[in-house]
């Protein structure tokens, strides 16, 4: 009798100390970045700190590789299975919000009160994703080319017009020094084209849809702003400035190797170029007419909308808004911290950094790309058009035939919501 | 004996059942579900209800249209030239808001042909599909000859008693055991514009008369880099099909055929080749089908581009199904596509069928 009162005891206990362990309630979350070392580390290590720091949530993390992120996400929606965190890039919440994916977050208003616009995920005027970085796009060059052919630096307060910018691109061009004058980057399909190019067409005064309605991209892209940029665009290829097709390779490696003078790429790529050369500027993008515009915000954290604990959801992602952490992500990864208070932390962004430039680019030339659920239908039809253009498709017939493409979709899906 | 019947059927429903669970499940059931969305405009995300459409997305994609303009002319009449080709009126003017042609709204040139005086336009609702048909028709009709020719020649050549030859075999499969997704990236260096294999070894060969083309990124060889690349990849499986259709044929056929004095060709026209008959059946039909899936080559290598030089229909219905979220427009596709492929088969049936 007295063992099995024991053993009763000891079973208890066992269960007692299960139990504590198990009072940390799980969350899980789904994360893109599979497969990068770097950033894994870091997530991780957030994720420790956070476990560690209260004793209510714990977050278990699950991660895809970027290329098969957004399918896996949309598959689990379908199936009812999304954990409580998932993260999102920016440009494709709308459409998630939109379909009742994820739900509001319910965070510190003034954690977020001196935000960069572009991290901020907002759709119907709520909340629904904050991103902990934002990225930026410039003209890379070298003060040294600049000089040698006669160029004047440009400024975040005085950018190059678009015909300085055509001067440059055929300055650089004559000189003969370099295979192509510029490398837009060419070789990296999918969103790059609309997230790099589609600011160009903003700031030639066209878009990829009416903001004012949401409803139709005619007379918008395919308007006399649109074909303006198209012309201009297609130029760049006739005219020898830049290559319709690029190595991979090329595009990693080209600036470095002193192929182009200017490189249109972003903040990521840029501590790299500051290792290959001791005189790279980074210049603002040019203004086409419309004033000078690039494209705003990069993955952010979101709540599913069927998560059973949305606030330990939405305590987590107050945790991984601290400056500390924006400071550490930045450092480690090369982005743009999405305050000034945590740009002041770290040695690249902080004032008189050598990456301070982005900070300011990000504040003052950033434009979101069009908020509306149609949004990853209109990117695809974007890319295909500035494709086909580069390869030398008529430029009228293929913004006319894009424009179709986006108003059906939009008419197939009962206008989003806008009507 | 019923008792033994029955026996031996559960048995055979036992073995059997995996494979027809997963048939069902993962073939069968897609294959109405797919009908039955193509009537839809059922999105891959939405709120919104799901509401019949009947024939609209085949409409979509389907629907042709022709206009014949007369040349502009100037004031007396003559016809105005530019470029020393007569000048004809923007068809953007016809296809756009133009309510005296409500018909043609939202359609672009496919192709065009002059008639007499005035020149006739083919009209496509979507000319991407139309060239992914066309594209996907080109390729069927090069690779099912090409592919299936040159596995029987393989097959031929390692068909022989020769010391070594296990290798030559294991080497000409070798291929077909490799991940297609691999081999299209290694074949997408091998094609690279600058410093690829390909162009090297032409440079090479031609001392550098033949310049560095960029296989891929050229709308006139990106289809042709394509088809050469997947002839290479299934040949090998094609060989095996037919090698084994060759060691069914007796070999006292070939020993009375020596003694009879028959040459090399005589030996192959009279006793091999009509050996093969089911075998080239079965190859030929596997092939055709095989090359209207084309997909992941596609998919790997070129994305359909350069300006859609490389579409095919089942990159399309990829492509519309998820990329662009329209579920019901990638079923309708996938059924126009089981339609052709049907028809294709039964024709093929038709022609190889046993002459009494």
Do not use: C
């Amino acid at each position: 009798m007295k063992s099995l009162n024991t053993l009763a005891g000891a079973m208890l206990a066992s269960t007692l100390f299960a139990g504590s362990a198990l009072a940390q309630t799980e969350l899980t979350m789904w994360y893109h970045g599979a497969g990068s070392e770097s950033e894994m580390a870091l997530v991780n290590a957030m994720l420790d700190e956070f476990n560690a720091s209260q004793s209510d949530w714990k977050v278990v993390i699950t991660t895809f590789p970027q290329i098969a992120y957004n399918d896996s996400v949309v598959a689990a929606a379908l199936a009812g299975t999304l954990p409580d965190i998932i993260d999102i890039d920016g440009p494709i919440l709308p459409n998630w919000a939109w379909a009742g994916y994820i739900q509001p977050l319910a965070i510190d208003e003034t954690l977020i009160a001196n935000y960069l616009p572009g991290p901020k995920g907002v759709w119907d005027d709520k909340l629904y994703g904050i991103g902990m970085w934002d990225a930026a796009v410039s003209l890379v060059t070298r003060q040294s080319y600049l000089d040698e052919l006669g160029l004047r630096t440009p400024t975040l307060d005085e950018p190059w017009t678009g015909e300085e910018f055509q001067a440059a691109l055929d300055a650089a061009k004559n000189s003969g020094k370099f295979e192509y004058a510029l490398d837009l980057g060419m070789a990296w399909n999918g969103e790059w084209f609309p997230y790099a190019f589609s600011p160009f067409l903003q700031s030639f005064g066209g878009d990829m849809i009416d903001r004012s309605t949401y409803l139709t991209a005619e007379g918008v892209l395919n308007g006399e702003a649109g074909i303006a940029f198209g012309n201009w665009w297609q130029s760049l290829f006739t005219g020898g400035y830049a290559q319709a097709t690029q190595d991979p390779a090329d595009r990693d490696s080209g600036f470095a190797n002193g192929k182009y003078a200017f490189s249109w790429n972003g903040n990521w790529a840029a501590l790299g170029a500051l290792a290959a050369f001791d005189d790279v500027v980074f210049l603002p993008a040019p203004d086409f007419g419309n004033g000078p515009t690039i494209g705003a915000a990069s993955w952010q954290l979101s709540i599913s909308s069927t998560s059973q604990h949305p606030e330990g959801a939405n305590a987590f992602i107050n945790f991984a808004l601290n400056p500390d952490n924006l400071a550490r992500f930045s450092k480690g990864l090369g982005l743009i911290p999405a305050t000034a208070e945590a740009a002041a932390l770290t040695e690249n962004y902080q004032p008189g950094g050598p990456l301070e430039v982005f900070y300011e680019l990000s504040n003052r030339q950033g434009l979101l790309r069009p908020v509306t659920p149609g949004y990853p239908v209109m990117a695809k039809v974007f890319e295909k058009a500035l494709a086909d253009i580069a390869n030398g498709a008529n430029v009228e017939e293929t913004l006319d035939a894009a424009v179709d493409e986006i108003d059906a979709d939009i008419e197939a899906n009962g206008g989003y919501g806008f009507k | 004996m019923s008792s033994k019947f029955l026996q031996s059927n559960r048995t055979g429903w036992l073995m059997a059942g995996p494979a027809v669970i997963l048939i069902a499940g993962f073939l069968i059931m897609p294959f109405f579900f797919a009908i039955g969305l193509s009537f839809t405009n059922q999105r891959l995300i939405s709120p919104n209800p799901t509401e019949f459409v009947g024939l609209a997305n085949y409409r979509d994609l389907l629907g042709l249209a022709t206009i014949s303009l007369e040349p502009l002319r100037d004031d007396a009449g003559a016809v105005l030239m530019k470029d020393g080709e007569p000048e004809y009126p923007a068809l953007r003017s016809f296809t756009r808001n133009n309510p005296d042609y409500p018909h043609l709204d939202g359609t672009r040139e496919w192709f065009s042909f002059d008639r007499g005086e005035g020149r006739t336009y083919v009209l496509a609702r979507d000319v991407v599909f139309m060239k992914a048909i066309v594209n996907t028709f080109i390729f069927v009709l090069i690779v099912a000859p090409v592919q299936a020719g040159l596995a029987l020649g393989l097959a031929l050549l390692i068909n022989q008693r020769l010391r070594g030859i296990n290798l030559f075999r294991a080497i000409y499969f070798m291929p077909v055991v490799v991940s297609i997704v691999v081999v299209s990236l290694l074949w997408s260096f091998i094609y690279d514009g600058q410093s690829g294999l390909l162009n090297n070894l032409l440079g090479a060969v031609s001392f550098g008369m033949i310049p560095a083309l960029d296989w891929l990124g050229n709308p006139s060889t990106a289809l042709g880099a394509i088809i050469a690349m997947s002839i290479w990849q299934a040949v090998g499986f094609h060989m095996v099909i037919w090698l084994s259709g060759l060691q069914t044929i007796s070999p006292t056929l070939y020993e009375a055929g020596s003694i009879e004095g028959a040459s090399k060709w005589q030996t192959f026209r009279y006793i091999t080749w009509p050996g093969l008959r089911n075998t080239a059946v079965l190859i030929l039909i596997v092939i055709t089908m095989q090359a209207f899936g084309l997909f992941s080559q596609i998919d790997v290598m070129t994305q359909g581009g350069p300006l859609d030089s490389t579409q095919t229909i089942v990159f399309q219905a990829v492509e519309r199904g998820y990329g662009k979220q329209d579920i019901s427009g990638g079923s309708a596709i996938s059924v126009i596509l089981f339609v052709i492929v049907l028809s294709i088969s039964l024709i093929q049936r038709w022609l190889t069928r046993e002459r009494t």
